[in-house]
C-alpha cells in the first residue's frame, strides 16, 4: 500500500475560504452570524473573522437547516434553541459516511480497472 502523506488542517480560516466551502458569498456568513447566537469566530487585530472548526461545523448545520432542508431563518433558529443541537453531530455523521461512500466507490472502481486490463 502506497504512503500517503495526512493533509495539513489549518486551525483558523477566514470569511472568504468558509464562504467557497459553502459555495455561498461571505456577506450571507456575516448575516447569518448577526443572525445565530451560536456563530462567534474570533477575530485577530484587524477585526478579520477567524473561523474555527467547531465554527465550520455550526454554520454547515445551519446551512443544512437552511438551504438544504428549506427553513426559514426564524424555523432554523427555532430547532437550534429547542435543543436539537444534536443536528450537529447528525449532519457531521452523514458527511463521515458520505466520504466513506466515496471511499468504497474509488477502491471498487480501481478494482475493476485493474480486473479489466
Known amino acids: 500500500m502506497p504512503y500517503k502523506e495526512r493533509e495539513i488542517e489549518k486551525k483558523y480560516h477566514s470569511i472568504g475560504e468558509v464562504a467557497l466551502m459553502f459555495k455561498?458569498?461571505?456577506?450571507?456568513?456575516r448575516y447569518w452570524e448577526g443572525e445565530f447566537d451560536i456563530i462567534r469566530?474570533?477575530?485577530?487585530?484587524?477585526g478579520n473573522r477567524r473561523y474555527t472548526k467547531v465554527?465550520?461545523?455550526k454554520i454547515k448545520y445551519?446551512?443544512?437547516l437552511v438551504?438544504?432542508?428549506g427553513y426559514t431563518l426564524q424555523g432554523a433558529q427555532e430547532v437550534i434553541k429547542s435543543g436539537k443541537e444534536q443536528?450537529?453531530?447528525?449532519?457531521?455523521?452523514?458527511?463521515?459516511?458520505q466520504e466513506i461512500r466515496d471511499f468504497l466507490i474509488n477502491i471498487?472502481?480501481?478494482?475493476?480497472?485493474?480486473s479489466d486490463a
Not at 455561498?24 to 456568513?29: E, G, R, Y
Open 24 to 29: 455561498v458569498a461571505p456577506s450571507l456568513i
Open 87 to 97: 443536528g450537529f453531530d447528525k449532519v457531521e455523521a452523514v458527511q463521515k459516511l
Open 67 to 69: 438551504k438544504e432542508k
Open 108 to 114: 471498487r472502481d480501481e478494482f475493476n480497472a485493474k
Open 41 to 46: 469566530p474570533k477575530k485577530d487585530r484587524k
Open 62 to 64: 445551519i446551512y443544512h
Open 55 to 57: 465554527d465550520i461545523q
